[in-house]
């Protein structure tokens, strides 16, 4: 596991001082969408070997909600940004 | 029914007092105190407010007050007392459509360590890099000291202010004095 996130706003922290909410790469899909899609959006998930990009909540720093991108093999954090930016 | 009574106390209301791992206060490594006194205000701005940073700047400026930024349109503004009402009105004037007030003086408290073993000692709780080229004299960080979420600021060199969420201020404070007690530690509130 990852264990410093540099976060745009606070700068390098361990990962203690953060939540893991998981899979950032899945979309939320329309209420109306039918069981099966609702179904695989809120328990299917790979488990990859390699990158993942995941939401973090910088808990007890800016509480602000982050995408990470890491490997899940070398543990390598490659970007860090704010979620906003996603929305 | 169970009758319950609520009474108000201070935060640090029966903290421990005194030396702890010396005798000698002029041997003390750590001073622990707490400004209990503090007028404490919480900024917050909706996303897209521009200026807030340089409005709150400049009255901290102006009133001897510090500014502690607590993360994207949030801060702290701490006074070390109560700043005059028309100053507080002003203020609030001019940040009126970017960014809301709160007093914060009951929920919050400023504890303050000092003393020349300080960054040793709070390396135990944080993990920000406390070197001064990485965290310099007027630098301020929101971070986890321990188990707890508090803001770190560093006032000067061997001076830091921990403000924290006054329910936890107590465990906090028993928290610095074991941290401390290897350096010696004289702590009163
Ligand atoms: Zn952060």
Redesign the interface.
Known sequence: MASLITCP??????K??FTIRGDASVTRPSPEADGEVWHAYVHLRDNPRGLHKEYWH???????WLVVTRDTVSHDVIDVS?A?ALA | MLEVQLSAKPALFGAAEGLFGTKDASTAGIVLTASTQSTILQVLSPPGATGVAEKLQAWVGAEGAGLRPNGPGNWFVVCDAQPPRESLEALSKTLEGRAELLDQSHGRTRIKVSGPKVTQMLAKGTAIDLREHQFAPGQSAPTLFGHISAQLTRVSPENFEILVLSSFALSLWDSLIVMGREFGIQAHC
């Open positions: 706003h606070c700068g390098v922290r361990p203690e001082e910088h808990t007890s720093g800016c509480r602000r704010d906003g």
